[in-house]
């Protein structure tokens, strides 16, 4: 079984930044794709931003230019820069591990509150 431990969330005044680690307990090549999720108070679960094995990212509109995620394949750890904050970017941020040949592993959160 394949565990992803997110940290790195906390509180933060509206302009400041956090930056959120996922540690993962194999190899992260393996997976075709790792993604950072998020789900606000009262929303659905959204993708925030994803980084392919190959190094190619993908953004939501919404963090364009403030967010930027990252991968260490040596520690098996993803990171996610956030830059920016304001408080429609407050939720539970979840890592994902993802691969075509049908693993899809999940963290158990981390809490990030930005405040006005």
């Known amino acids: 079984q394949v565990q992803l431990v997110e940290s790195g969330g906390g509180l933060v005044q509206a302009g400041g930044s956090l930056r959120l680690s996922c540690a993962v307990s194999?190899?992260?090549?393996?997976?075709?794709?790792m993604r950072w999720y998020r789900q606000g108070p009262g929303k659905q679960r959204e993708s925030v931003e994803l980084?392919?094995?190959?190094?190619?990212?993908n953004y939501a509109e919404s963090v364009k230019g403030r967010f930027t995620i990252s991968r260490d394949n040596a520690k098996n750890t993803v990171y996610l820069q956030m830059n920016s904050l304001n408080p429609e970017d407050t939720g539970v941020y979840y890592c994902?591990?993802?691969?075509?040949?049908?693993?899809?592993?999940w963290g158990q959160g981390t809490q990030v509150t930005v405040s006005s």
């Open positions: 980084i392919a094995s190959g190094g190619s990212t």
């Open positions: 994902n591990a993802w691969s075509p040949t049908g693993y899809d592993y």
């Open positions: 194999r190899s992260i090549f393996s997976f075709g794709v």
